[in-house]
T-cell receptor, first 113, second 116 residues
Framework: AQSVTQLDSHVSVSEGTPVLLRCNYSSSYSPSLFWYVQHPNKGLQLLLKYTSAATLVKGINGFEAEFKKSETSFHLTKPSAHMSDAAEYFCVVRLGGYSTLTFGKGTMLLVSP | GAVVSQHPSRVICKSGTSVKIECRSLDFQATTMFWYRQFPKQSLMLMATSNEGSKATYEQGVEKDKFLINHASLTLSTLTVTSAHPEDSSFYIC????????????FGPGTRLTVL
């Protein structure tokens, strides 16, 4: 079985400060991990994905995530938040060669001026 | 590339009626499409997986007679909510995979269903 835990339901930051969105996973096999962003009333957009290559993954819009097997974590970071980053972020795990995705409950990122 | 559209974006219907939601892959052929449901402030829950030309595979707890899925072509899948009730009100999202990128799902913008 696989599962994803996003440790914070809401994260608030000021514009220009760093962003950290936390994600822990459990999987019996080597997982693929993804971060998606969802703006209000919009579809999901892929930020980045990890598929057993480099453990530090760079995505779009300045986001990156590091896969840490020993900690079973895949935290999402960005050095400097922008107002347009305010959205809901989902950490997602995919088991092995299967297509099925398991979503975390999401973290709402709030960015204040 | 890899754009997925959904129609309609919003629908309001009366209790007891049926509603059809379309999911289209605009610039690629989607061998597999997925249907998710998202309740307010909650995560996406997979409802079913459909492969073109075959019956959909439903997740445990999802009523296949209530949520009819048809994947008649490589670019179109439809979800019909039959005899809708207020508890069926939700955000329905589809996604699709391409033959060359089976590890990636491309998501549609979602359909907001409100049942009165």
């Amino acid at each position: 079985a696989q599962s994803v835990t996003q440790l914070d339901s809401h994260v608030s930051v000021s514009e220009g400060t760093p962003v950290l969105l936390r994600c822990n996973y459990s999987s019996s096999y080597s997982p693929s991990l993804f971060w998606y962003v969802q703006h209000p009333n919009k579809g999901l957009q892929l930020l980045l994905k990890y598929t057993s290559a480099a453990t530090l993954v760079k995505g779009i819009n300045g986001f990156e995530a590091e896969f840490k097997k020993s900690e079973t974590s895949f935290h999402l970071t960005k050095p400097s938040a922008h107002m347009s980053d305010a959205a809901e972020y989902f950490c997602v795990v995919r088991l092995g060669g299967y297509s099925t995705l398991t979503f975390g409950k999401g973290t709402m990122l709030l960015v204040s001026p | 590339g890899a754009v997925v559209s959904q129609h309609p974006s919003r629908v309001i219907c009366k209790s007891g009626t049926s509603v059809k939601i379309e999911c289209r892959s605009l610039d690629f052929q989607a061998t597999t499409m997925f249907w998710y449901r998202q309740f307010p402030k909650q995560s996406l829950m997979l409802m079913a997986t459909s492969n073109e030309g075959s019956k959909a595979t439903y997740e445990q707890g999802v009523e296949k007679d209530k949520f009819l899925i048809n994947h008649a072509s490589l670019t179109l899948s439809t979800l019909t909510v039959t005899s809708a009730h207020p508890e069926d009100s939700s955000f329905y999202i589809c996604s699709a995979t391409t033959p060359g990128q089976s590890d990636m799902q491309f998501f549609g913008p979602g359909t907001r269903l409100t049942v009165l």
